[in-house]
T-cell receptor, first 110, second 112 residues
Framework: GNSVTQMEGPVTLSEEAFLTINCTYT??????LFWYVQYPGEGLQLLLK?????DKGSNKGFEATYRKETTSFHLEKGSVQVSDSAVYFC?????????FGAGTRLTVKP | NAGVTQTPKFQVLKTGQSMTLQCAQD?????MSWYRQDPGMGLRLIHY???????DQGEVPNGYNVSRSTTEDFPLRLLSAAPSQTSVYFC???????????FGPGTRLTVL
């Protein structure tokens, strides 16, 4: 069945460092791919999405490219801020369900 | 729009007690779902509904019941709580025409 494997955390970075969180997927067909972010004490918010191969989703300086050949959707940001500290979830749409990765906790230190 | 709302925010139950987690959305979305979030496991689908009067089981439905009498509301019932149901519960909704889900703020449930 469909599944998502996400880089385990936690990840700790200094402010202005480069961020990569790896995400790979297994799916039949061509699902949409998502990154959601969960700030402390809050629900999940959509960060970005891509609906087909080679699409790039971007938002708030984050970006991820739908790579069909490597079945990946890695999240990147060139310069993280303390306010980016959160848990990040990679997910794919699967008929009526969404399949989520385990989540990666990011802590950014000043 | 309030979006997706959930009540209560926190709840502590004793084993064997019952309760209902409330979820409502004001976006006229056809699709609603319940997930539970456990450490290291991401979110897992409990039950979902594609419209009023229609519900179906997700990945982890045991111990939970749902109903959908209106488009707006999708309550989740625990009939006899167990410690294994200690988790954070999220409700989500989406229009039938898209695949992007919108999540509520969550309910943190502890079963002693």
């Amino acid at each position: 069945g469909n599944s998502v494997t996400q880089m385990e955390g936690p990840v700790t970075l200094s402010e202005e460092a480069f961020l990569t969180i790896n995400c790979t997927y297994t799916a039949t067909g061509y699902p949409s791919l998502f990154w959601y972010v969960q700030y402390p004490g809050e629900g999940l918010q959509l960060l970005l999405k891509a609906t087909k191969a080679d699409d790039k989703g971007s938002n708030k300086g984050f970006e991820a490219t739908y790579r069909k050949e490597t079945t990946s959707f890695h999240l990147e940001k060139g310069s993280v801020q303390v306010s980016d500290s959160a848990v990040y979830f990679c997910a794919l749409s699967s008929e009526v369900n969404m399949r989520f990765g385990a989540g990666t906790r990011l802590t950014v230190k000043p | 729009n309030a979006g997706v709302t959930q009540t209560p925010k926190f709840q502590v139950l004793k084993t064997g007690q019952s309760m209902t987690l409330q979820c409502a959305q004001d976006m006229n979305h056809e699709y609603m779902s319940w997930y539970r979030q456990d450490p290291g496991m991401g979110l897992r689908l409990i039950h979902y509904s594609v419209g009023a009067g229609i519900t179906d089981q997700g990945e982890v439905p045991n111990g939970y019941n749902v109903s959908r009498s209106t488009t707006e509301d999708f309550p989740l019932r625990l009939l006899s709580a167990a410690p294994s149901q200690t988790s954070v519960y999220f409700c989500a909704s989406k229009p039938g025409s898209t695949d992007t889900q919108y999540f509520g703020p969550g309910t943190r449930l502890t079963v002693l």
